[in-house]
């Protein structure tokens, strides 16, 4: 069983309708902040559970669940006379039960398509049967007395699951389940984190069940017959606060009454108080784990890099990988070494439109040869930085990254990251695998690289694989007898080289003003010349193709 498709409309930030079509095994949520990642998974937990962070809907219904531009939209018009309809939120799932009975139980037209399709629509709206004249009546009182509506009469709404066959439903009668692994936050209800509570509750049978409630109950006799307890109720009853016989006794008004005060503890310490990384895995590897029939078939994870360091994140990926076989998995993440190996062909990025603010979202197919495995095998890239940036220059090394960042400064003013280009550092084979990706992703790269010596092997025989590609430019000089970053930072200010000297000495050496003595310097000492270079405060020149890196970016 799983989920094909989500259509999200007037939730959260998604103002207008959006649309995600869903692997069935695994999907990983990338993208800058507030794109929508965790509301994405909110929305599928909230179909399927009807609970919405950690609380049910029908005690949590605010209009902070409708999407806030859509809100003032509707009290504007509203508030200047205009007959609007209230905002109402829809939420829908498409999906395969993988059984031809129950698809067809959960089939029809009753959805955004139009279309016959099997699923369940969650739908907000207001409940025009019931409060349709008290409505009317606030909307005149609005009018003419000139007063305003600050807020949307979210009292007058109602929440209602249907079958796209148009039948009512409940969502414990839904056949498909979620479980929500958020390791950012916990809910804890007397002292216990709610979701392990339930998620271990889950993976017990019945008759388990049975037994753990009658050892609670027997606890019971045991606390009653305790002598301290015993003069405690004999006191209480003393003071005559009541006509009737005042006990304190564990409470064993239902028949789950275990599940509240009972604790879960790791090596004997509850589980609230134990590390929030120890909290993810266990919250993760129990969700994953083949239970009985109650289990979750969705499961949806927010940010499982949170407070685990990269070894304990590696064994929870590993983990995941191997144990999602019956279980579709969402996944939400800001670590390229989490979307390196889950394997970058899982990834669904997500993008917010900068003017009107509507979420798209695409994903990276056709990536060339073995690049996906590639980074899975090797994950320390960054990828993500490449995959989330606007636009991109790739350098060799840590020197050629300080010398394009100063570079950009002297000529606009602010560093490139401020304009929202990106400058990131790739060594050795990675680099045409970066390539492949940005071709991938038609994305906008410059690539700044020495020719070491040979700049038809060197830069057009290796990059011939981008030549015709547009969005991918190659800055390199073609002078052979220039092959490195410090023959062109010497070659480009040869007319000045007691400039280079000034800025390269330090307290303990002068630099000779010489070719010979400032480009030993600078092949020795890479790195420190270039930051010597990126922290002065006198501006060098810089060669020119590090300058047409620069400027193509900035267009």
Not at 161 to 172: G, L, N
Not at 253 to 265: F, R, Y
Not at 432 to 452: C, I
Not at 498 to 514: H, P, R
Request: glycine share 4%; charged share 25%.
């Amino acid at each position: 069983m799983h989920i094909q498709k989500i259509i999200i409309n007037n939730f959260k930030c998604f103002k207008d309708e959006f649309i995600l079509e869903l692997d069935p095994r695994l999907n990983v949520l990338v993208g800058d902040n507030e794109v929508g990642k965790s509301t994405i998974l909110e929305a599928v937990h909230l179909c399927l559970s009807g609970f919405i962070q950690g609380k049910n809907i029908r005690t949590d219904l605010d209009q902070n669940i409708l999407n806030k531009d859509n809100v003032t939209q509707y009290l504007t018009e509203i508030n200047i006379g205009k007959n609007v309809p209230l905002p109402e939120l829809k939420i829908e799932l498409f999906i395969d039960f993988e059984d031809e009975e129950m698809n067809q139980l959960f089939t029809g037209d009753y959805n955004s398509t139009k279309s016959k399709a099997c699923g369940i629509l969650f739908k907000i709206k207001f409940d025009s049967d019931k409060y349709q004249d008290v409505y009317n009546q606030l909307i005149n009182e609005i009018k003419t007395q000139s007063q305003e509506m600050n807020s949307i009469p979210i009292e007058y709404y109602e929440y209602s699951w249907k079958s796209f066959a148009r039948k009512e439903i409940v969502p414990r009668l839904i056949p498909l389940n979620s479980s929500l692994v958020d390791s950012t936050s916990a809910k804890y209800r007397n002292g216990s984190d709610i979701y392990i509570s339930n998620i271990i509750k889950e993976s017990l049978l019945p008759e388990e069940e049975i037994k753990i409630s009658q050892a609670h109950r027997k606890l019971k006799d045991v606390f009653a017959q305790n002598n301290d307890i015993k003069l405690i109720n004999e006191k209480i009853n003393q003071g005559a606060i009541s006509d009737k016989l005042v006990s304190i006794e564990v409470d064993l008004s239902t028949k789950t009454s275990w599940e509240t005060s009972l604790v879960t503890c790791i090596n004997g310490i509850p589980f609230h108080q134990v590390g929030k990384g120890e909290q993810a895995m266990v919250k993760t590897k129990l969700a994953l784990q083949e239970k009985n029939t109650k289990s979750s078939n969705i499961l949806l994870i927010e940010e499982p890099e949170n407070h685990l360091s990269h070894s304990k994140l590696n064994k929870l990926i590993n983990f995941i990988k191997s144990n999602n076989l019956n279980k579709q998995i969402i996944i939400t993440s800001h670590s390229s070494f989490v979307s390196n190996k889950l394997g970058l062909n899982n990834l669904i990025l997500l993008n917010k439109a900068i003017e009107s603010e509507n979420r798209t979202h695409s994903r990276i197919t056709n990536l060339k040869g073995d690049t996906q495995k590639y980074f899975q095998k090797l994950s320390g890239y960054d990828t993500l930085r490449l995959i989330l940036s606007s636009s991109v220059i790739l350098v060799e090394g840590d020197s050629d990254e300080l010398i394009i960042q100063r570079a950009y400064f002297d000529e606009y003013g602010v560093l490139p990251i401020e304009n929202n280009i990106d400058v990131i550092t790739v060594r050795g084979l990675a680099f045409k695998r970066y390539l492949y990706l940005a071709e991938s992703l038609q994305q906008k790269v410059m690539v700044v690289t020495d020719n070491d010596g040979d700049f038809d092997t060197n830069i057009i025989g290796k990059y011939s694989d981008f030549s015709g590609i547009q969005e991918i430019i190659i800055c390199a000089d073609n002078n052979n007898e220039l092959p490195s970053l410090e023959e062109q930072i010497i070659d480009a200010n040869k007319t000045n080289l007691q400039l280079l000297s000034d800025i390269l000495s330090t307290k303990s050496k002068t630099i000779a003003v010489t070719y010979e003595a400032i480009l030993d310097y600078m092949k020795k000492n890479k790195t420190e010349s270039a930051l010597a270079i990126f922290e002065s405060d006198k501006k060098i020149i810089y060669p020119s193709y590090i300058l047409q890196a620069i400027k193509n970016q900035h267009e």
